[in-house]
Structure formats: structure tokens, C-alpha cells
């Protein structure tokens, strides 16, 4: 099994940028293919990016596209999301997720894709 701990949520002007990290512990974090999702008040978890084992492929929503970049870091066990360009629409609890099946752009840009979950780590962003 693996533990994810994600960190680096605040509140940040409309504009600004933040970087989330998630910190793995466990089983062996280069096994995963990893993801971020998010959930604002009052809607469903939403897809946000994701990332293959080796960090090789990567995957973006519509909405993020281009302002946002997932990367990670196997020998620090830690996966990442740069933000930049936040909006107010961006704010939301952020969570990272990992599960051990192949990556798959169909399955990992689901909720239900994913065995493992990080407790979140809330970003508000001001207009």
C-alpha cells in the first residue's frame, strides 16, 4: 500500500501560482501512476491532471490546460502540481491519488481509477 500527504494549498490572489506536493510513503512510489483531482464546494471530485510511472506521459483537463504542469520526483517520492494563472474557479480542496493498473488516459481520469487517496489540501484563490 502506499500513504500520500499533500501539501501547499493557501489562499492566493486571481493570477498568482502555487505548487501542491504529494508525499508518498510505502510501497514503492514508482509503481504508481499518479493523479490530481479536485472538489469544490457543493460539486462532484473533478479530474485535474495525471502522471505515468516514469513521469514520461502526462494528462491534462481542458480547464487546466496550459496553466498547470504535474511532474514528479521518484527519488523523493513526491509528485507535484505547478499552478500558475490561478482563477477564482480554480478554488477547490486539491487531491492527489496513485493506483498500481497500467496507465490508461480512460481509466485514471476517473475518480473510481484510483485505489489510493491522498486527505487533500485546500486552495483558494481571490478575485
Known amino acids: 500500500q502506499v500513504q500520500l500527504v499533500e501539501s501547499g494549498g493557501g489562499l492566493v490572489q486571481a493570477g498568482g501560482s502555487l505548487r501542491l506536493s504529494c508525499a508518498a510513503s510505502?510501497?514503492?512510489?514508482?509503481?504508481?501512476?499518479m493523479g490530481w483531482f479536485r472538489q469544490a464546494p457543493g460539486k462532484g471530485r473533478e479530474f485535474v491532471a495525471l502522471?505515468?510511472?516514469?513521469?514520461?506521459?502526462?494528462y491534462y483537463s481542458g480547464s487546466v490546460k496550459g496553466r498547470f504542469t504535474i511532474s514528479r520526483d521518484n527519488a523523493k517520492n513526491t509528485m507535484y502540481l505547478q499552478m500558475t494563472s490561478l482563477k477564482p474557479e480554480d478554488t477547490a480542496a486539491y487531491y492527489c491519488?496513485?493506483?498500481?493498473?497500467?496507465?490508461?488516459?480512460?481509466?485514471?481520469?476517473?475518480?473510481?481509477?484510483?485505489?489510493?487517496w491522498g486527505q487533500g489540501t485546500q486552495v483558494t484563490v481571490s478575485s
Open positions: 510505502g510501497r514503492t512510489f514508482s509503481d504508481y501512476n
Open positions: 491519488a496513485a493506483d498500481l493498473v497500467p496507465y490508461s488516459v480512460q481509466r485514471h481520469t476517473r475518480e473510481e481509477g484510483y485505489g489510493y
Open positions: 502522471i505515468s510511472r516514469s513521469g514520461g506521459n502526462t
